[in-house]
């Protein structure tokens, strides 16, 4: 028996996180930032194991692993910190 989120395609449930002063909110796997989508990660459709961040404007990613992805996807929030606080 292991543990089961009871979500399918590696999607831990919603978490609130705080990296470098900004709370962001994964639900599924899609990153928010203050009511806004900041970025997504989505599998890759020929390689298992690897996924792209998608951006709202729809620019995606070369295909890393699903750590390197979430990484990414908090930098671009914080990052976006400073656009949308401006």
Same mark, same amino acid.
């Given at each position: 028996m292991g543990m #089961?989120? =009871?979500k399918e395609n !590696?999607?831990?449930p919603a978490i609130s996180v705080t990296v470098a002063g900004y709370a962001a909110m994964w #639900? =599924? !796997?899609d990153l928010w930032?203050? =009511?806004r989508l900041v970025a997504s990660v989505i599998p890759d459709g020929s390689?298992?194991?690897m996924w792209h961040?998608?951006?709202p404007d729809g620019t995606t990613s070369d295909m890393v692993n699903l750590a390197r992805a979430? #990484?990414?996807a908090h930098s671009l929030a914080a990052r976006s910190r400073y656009t949308l606080d401006a």
């Open positions: #089961d989120s =009871g !590696n999607q831990p #639900d =599924g !796997n930032y203050r =009511g390689y298992a194991g961040i998608v951006t979430r #990484d990414a």
